[in-house]
Protein backbone atom coordinates (compact mmCIF):
# COMPACT_ATOMS: atom_id res chain seq x y z
CA UNK A 1 0.00 0.00 0.00
CA UNK A 2 0.99 3.70 -0.82
CA UNK A 3 2.76 5.58 2.17
CA UNK A 4 2.81 9.29 3.00
CA UNK A 5 6.10 10.33 2.53
CA UNK A 6 5.92 13.28 5.11
CA UNK A 7 5.03 12.69 8.54
CA UNK A 8 3.39 15.36 10.64
CA UNK A 9 6.79 16.97 12.39
CA UNK A 10 7.99 17.29 8.23
CA UNK A 11 4.16 18.99 7.02
CA UNK A 12 4.94 21.31 9.77
CA UNK A 13 8.29 22.35 8.92
CA UNK A 14 7.86 22.86 5.42
CA UNK A 15 4.67 25.07 6.03
CA UNK A 16 6.99 26.92 8.36
CA UNK A 17 9.42 27.59 5.53
CA UNK A 18 6.78 28.99 3.09
CA UNK A 19 5.45 30.82 5.78
CA UNK A 20 8.83 32.33 6.38
CA UNK A 21 9.50 32.68 2.77
CA UNK A 22 6.31 34.40 2.30
CA UNK A 23 7.08 36.83 4.92
CA UNK A 24 10.36 37.71 3.68
CA UNK A 25 9.39 38.42 0.39
CA UNK A 26 6.26 40.63 1.73
CA UNK A 27 8.85 42.39 3.50
CA UNK A 28 11.79 43.05 1.71
CA UNK A 29 9.35 43.82 -1.60
CA UNK A 30 7.76 46.32 0.14
CA UNK A 31 10.96 47.41 2.01
CA UNK A 32 8.96 47.93 5.06
CA UNK A 33 9.92 47.70 8.10
CA UNK A 34 8.33 49.19 11.94
CA UNK A 35 7.04 52.56 11.35
CA UNK A 36 5.32 53.16 14.82
CA UNK A 37 1.44 51.64 15.22
CA UNK A 38 -0.22 55.29 15.23
CA UNK A 39 1.23 56.14 11.43
CA UNK A 40 0.70 52.23 10.31
CA UNK A 41 -3.21 52.40 11.24
CA UNK A 42 -3.22 56.13 9.21
CA UNK A 43 -1.85 53.89 5.97
CA UNK A 44 1.52 55.45 6.62
CA UNK A 45 0.71 58.76 5.48
CA UNK A 46 3.10 60.23 8.25
CA UNK A 47 5.44 63.05 5.93
CA UNK A 48 3.58 65.94 7.56
CA UNK A 49 2.47 64.68 11.04
CA UNK A 50 4.70 64.88 14.12
CA UNK A 51 5.43 62.41 16.51
CA UNK A 52 8.77 60.49 17.85
CA UNK A 53 8.41 57.71 15.08
CA UNK A 54 8.89 60.53 12.53
CA UNK A 55 12.18 59.06 13.40
CA UNK A 56 10.90 56.57 10.79
CA UNK A 57 8.81 58.37 8.11
CA UNK A 58 10.35 61.88 8.07
CA UNK A 59 12.84 63.35 10.78
CA UNK A 60 11.34 66.58 10.16
CA UNK A 61 8.51 65.61 12.02
CA UNK A 62 10.67 65.78 15.67
CA UNK A 63 10.45 69.33 15.94
CA UNK A 64 7.09 69.45 17.55
CA UNK A 65 8.63 67.59 20.51
CA UNK A 66 8.93 69.21 23.72
CA UNK A 67 10.20 66.17 26.01
CA UNK A 68 12.46 63.52 25.78
CA UNK A 69 10.98 60.66 24.33
CA UNK A 70 11.97 56.69 24.33
CA UNK A 71 9.73 54.12 22.52
CA UNK A 72 9.42 50.25 21.50
CA UNK A 73 7.67 48.89 18.94
CA UNK A 74 7.29 45.12 17.63
CA UNK A 75 5.02 43.50 14.89
CA UNK A 76 4.45 39.83 16.06
CA UNK A 77 5.37 37.06 14.33
CA UNK A 78 3.36 35.08 11.51
CA UNK A 79 2.89 31.84 12.32
CA UNK A 80 6.43 31.46 13.91
CA UNK A 81 7.72 33.27 16.66
CA UNK A 82 11.17 34.44 15.13
CA UNK A 83 9.29 36.55 12.28
CA UNK A 84 8.77 39.58 14.50
CA UNK A 85 9.68 43.42 13.05
CA UNK A 86 11.09 45.11 16.50
CA UNK A 87 12.32 48.50 16.80
CA UNK A 88 13.27 51.23 19.74
CA UNK A 89 13.97 54.91 19.36
CA UNK A 90 15.12 57.66 21.49
CA UNK A 91 14.13 61.54 20.37
CA UNK A 92 16.26 64.15 22.75
CA UNK A 93 14.63 68.15 22.36
CA UNK A 94 17.24 70.99 22.95
CA UNK A 95 15.96 74.43 22.62
CA UNK A 96 15.52 74.54 18.64
CA UNK A 97 17.74 71.37 18.12
CA UNK A 98 16.48 67.46 18.25
CA UNK A 99 18.52 64.37 18.02
CA UNK A 100 17.34 60.87 17.60
CA UNK A 101 18.78 57.46 17.15
CA UNK A 102 16.38 54.42 16.00
CA UNK A 103 17.20 50.81 15.66
CA UNK A 104 15.30 48.01 13.82
CA UNK A 105 15.79 44.55 13.00
CA UNK A 106 13.33 41.59 11.12
CA UNK A 107 14.24 38.56 9.57
CA UNK A 108 14.59 34.93 11.24
CA UNK A 109 17.88 33.61 12.50
CA UNK A 110 19.58 32.28 8.84
CA UNK A 111 18.56 35.46 7.23
CA UNK A 112 17.87 39.15 9.18
CA UNK A 113 18.56 42.76 8.26
CA UNK A 114 19.50 45.34 10.76
CA UNK A 115 19.38 49.64 10.92
CA UNK A 116 20.76 52.04 13.12
CA UNK A 117 19.39 56.01 12.28
CA UNK A 118 21.13 58.96 14.24
CA UNK A 119 19.23 61.57 12.94
CA UNK A 120 20.01 65.86 13.90
CA UNK A 121 16.77 68.05 12.79
CA UNK A 122 16.55 71.98 13.40
CA UNK A 123 12.92 74.57 13.60
CA UNK A 124 13.22 77.75 12.30
CA UNK A 125 10.26 78.88 12.74
CA UNK A 126 7.72 77.41 10.88
CA UNK A 127 10.35 75.47 8.84
CA UNK A 128 11.85 71.98 9.92
CA UNK A 129 14.45 70.52 8.44
CA UNK A 130 15.96 67.11 9.21
CA UNK A 131 19.14 64.86 8.29
CA UNK A 132 19.43 61.27 9.10
CA UNK A 133 22.66 58.93 8.41
CA UNK A 134 21.67 55.03 8.51
CA UNK A 135 24.23 52.47 9.18
CA UNK A 136 22.09 48.99 7.41
CA UNK A 137 23.97 45.33 7.98
CA UNK A 138 22.52 42.33 6.20
CA UNK A 139 23.22 38.52 7.46
CA UNK A 140 22.86 35.34 5.74
CA UNK A 141 23.80 32.00 6.97
CA UNK A 142 26.34 30.32 4.95
CA UNK A 143 27.09 33.46 3.04
CA UNK A 144 28.41 36.48 6.18
CA UNK A 145 27.12 39.80 6.55
CA UNK A 146 27.43 42.48 4.04
CA UNK A 147 27.69 46.43 5.25
CA UNK A 148 26.60 49.78 4.01
CA UNK A 149 25.25 53.10 4.78
CA UNK A 150 22.29 55.51 3.41
CA UNK A 151 20.97 58.84 4.47
CA UNK A 152 17.82 60.58 4.06
CA UNK A 153 16.44 64.19 4.61
CA UNK A 154 13.23 65.70 5.48
CA UNK A 155 10.92 68.91 5.13
CA UNK A 156 7.97 70.33 7.22
CA UNK A 157 6.33 73.55 6.64
CA UNK A 158 3.01 75.50 7.84
CA UNK A 159 1.64 76.75 5.70
CA UNK A 160 -0.88 78.00 8.34
CA UNK A 161 -1.99 76.98 12.38
CA UNK A 162 -3.89 73.93 10.65
CA UNK A 163 -2.17 73.03 7.44
CA UNK A 164 1.38 71.27 7.77
CA UNK A 165 3.07 70.56 4.48
CA UNK A 166 6.31 67.46 4.12
CA UNK A 167 8.36 66.19 1.73
CA UNK A 168 11.25 63.27 2.88
CA UNK A 169 13.77 61.03 0.72
CA UNK A 170 15.88 58.29 1.48
CA UNK A 171 18.46 56.72 0.02
CA UNK A 172 18.80 59.49 -2.81
CA UNK A 173 22.72 58.08 -3.25
CA UNK A 174 20.93 54.57 -4.12
CA UNK A 175 23.42 53.01 -1.75
CA UNK A 176 23.04 49.04 -1.58
CA UNK A 177 24.77 45.56 -0.58
CA UNK A 178 26.90 43.63 -2.61
CA UNK A 179 23.89 41.44 -2.72
CA UNK A 180 21.09 40.02 -5.31
CA UNK A 181 18.88 39.06 -1.97
CA UNK A 182 18.02 42.04 -0.89
CA UNK A 183 18.44 45.84 -1.43
CA UNK A 184 17.96 49.20 0.32
CA UNK A 185 15.06 50.72 -1.22
CA UNK A 186 14.78 54.64 -2.39
CA UNK A 187 12.08 56.15 -1.51
CA UNK A 188 10.21 60.02 -2.05
CA UNK A 189 7.41 60.84 -0.19
CA UNK A 190 5.29 64.18 -0.27
CA UNK A 191 2.33 64.84 1.66
CA UNK A 192 0.23 67.35 4.02
CA UNK A 193 -1.92 66.92 7.17
CA UNK A 194 -4.93 68.98 8.15
CA UNK A 195 -6.30 69.75 11.56
CA UNK A 196 -10.27 70.65 11.71
CA UNK A 197 -10.12 70.70 15.09
CA UNK A 198 -8.31 69.39 18.14
CA UNK A 199 -10.55 66.01 18.29
CA UNK A 200 -9.65 65.44 14.00
CA UNK A 201 -7.08 65.54 11.89
CA UNK A 202 -6.37 64.22 8.03
CA UNK A 203 -3.31 63.18 6.90
CA UNK A 204 -2.25 62.39 3.01
CA UNK A 205 0.86 61.12 0.93
CA UNK A 206 1.94 60.19 -2.41
CA UNK A 207 5.05 57.69 -1.98
CA UNK A 208 7.68 56.33 -4.40
CA UNK A 209 9.80 53.19 -3.67
CA UNK A 210 12.32 52.22 -5.88
CA UNK A 211 10.84 50.06 -8.63
CA UNK A 212 7.38 50.19 -6.87
CA UNK A 213 4.50 51.89 -8.52
CA UNK A 214 3.30 55.32 -6.91
CA UNK A 215 1.25 54.84 -3.97
CA UNK A 216 -1.33 57.65 -2.29
CA UNK A 217 -2.40 57.19 0.96
CA UNK A 218 -4.31 58.96 3.59
CA UNK A 219 -5.77 58.18 7.18
CA UNK A 220 -7.49 60.13 9.80
CA UNK A 221 -7.10 60.66 13.84
CA UNK A 222 -10.22 61.38 16.01
CA UNK A 223 -9.98 62.06 19.85
CA UNK A 224 -13.16 60.24 21.05
CA UNK A 225 -12.01 61.32 24.73
CA UNK A 226 -8.91 63.33 26.34
CA UNK A 227 -6.82 59.71 26.33
CA UNK A 228 -8.69 57.51 23.58
CA UNK A 229 -7.63 58.32 19.35
CA UNK A 230 -9.22 56.39 16.70
CA UNK A 231 -7.04 55.84 13.71
CA UNK A 232 -8.01 54.38 9.99
CA UNK A 233 -6.69 54.64 6.62
CA UNK A 234 -6.28 53.58 2.95
CA UNK A 235 -4.12 52.98 0.27
CA UNK A 236 -4.78 52.01 -3.24
CA UNK A 237 -1.45 50.83 -4.46
CA UNK A 238 -2.75 47.99 -4.02
CA UNK A 239 -5.67 48.72 -2.35
CA UNK A 240 -4.98 48.27 1.39
CA UNK A 241 -7.01 48.67 4.86
CA UNK A 242 -5.75 50.07 8.14
CA UNK A 243 -6.95 50.75 11.27
CA UNK A 244 -6.29 51.19 14.98
CA UNK A 245 -6.16 53.14 18.23
CA UNK A 246 -3.90 55.04 20.76
CA UNK A 247 -3.98 55.37 24.44
CA UNK A 248 -2.57 58.44 26.18
CA UNK A 249 -2.03 58.45 29.89
CA UNK A 250 0.29 60.94 31.83
CA UNK A 251 3.80 60.14 30.31
CA UNK A 252 3.04 56.81 29.16
CA UNK A 253 1.10 56.05 25.50
CA UNK A 254 -0.04 52.53 24.03
CA UNK A 255 -0.28 52.37 20.24
CA UNK A 256 -1.92 49.67 17.87
CA UNK A 257 -2.51 48.88 14.39
CA UNK A 258 -3.79 46.43 12.11
CA UNK A 259 -2.75 46.58 8.43
CA UNK A 260 -4.44 44.26 5.96
CA UNK A 261 -1.79 42.20 3.59
CA UNK A 262 -3.03 40.25 0.33
CA UNK A 263 -0.74 37.35 0.70
CA UNK A 264 -0.44 37.48 4.70
CA UNK A 265 -3.73 38.93 6.09
CA UNK A 266 -4.09 40.75 8.55
CA UNK A 267 -1.21 42.10 10.28
CA UNK A 268 -0.97 43.34 13.69
CA UNK A 269 1.66 46.08 15.21
CA UNK A 270 2.39 47.92 18.45
CA UNK A 271 4.35 50.25 20.35
CA UNK A 272 4.78 51.88 23.10
CA UNK A 273 6.10 55.30 24.27
CA UNK A 274 7.46 56.74 27.43
CA UNK A 275 7.59 60.57 27.69
CA UNK A 276 10.84 61.18 30.51
Same mark, same amino acid.
Given at each position: ?????????????????????????? +?????????????????? @?? *???????????????? /?? $????????GS????????????? #???????? !??????? &?QR =??????????????? @????????? #?????YH????? %? =?????? &?????? +????????? /????? *? #??????? =?????? =????????? #????? !??? $?? +????? %??????????????????????????? *????? $????????????? &?????????? @????? $??????????
Open positions: MYKNRFNRSEIGLVMKSITIILTLFA +LIAKAQMHTGARFSSMAY @AA *VALQDVWSIQQNQAGL /CD $LKKPVFSLTPGFGDHELKIQS #AIVALPYR !SHFFGLG &F =YGIVEYNEQKMGVTY @ARRFNTLSA #AINVNQLYIQ %N =YGSARS &FSIEAG +LQYWASPNL /CLGVH *V #ANPNQST =YNSSVA =YIPRRVQIG #ASYRF !SDQ $LM +LATSI %NKISNNPVDIGAGLEYGLIGWLFLRGG *VSVKP $LKQYVGFGIHYGQ &FRFDVATVSH @ATLGY $LPQLAFSYEL
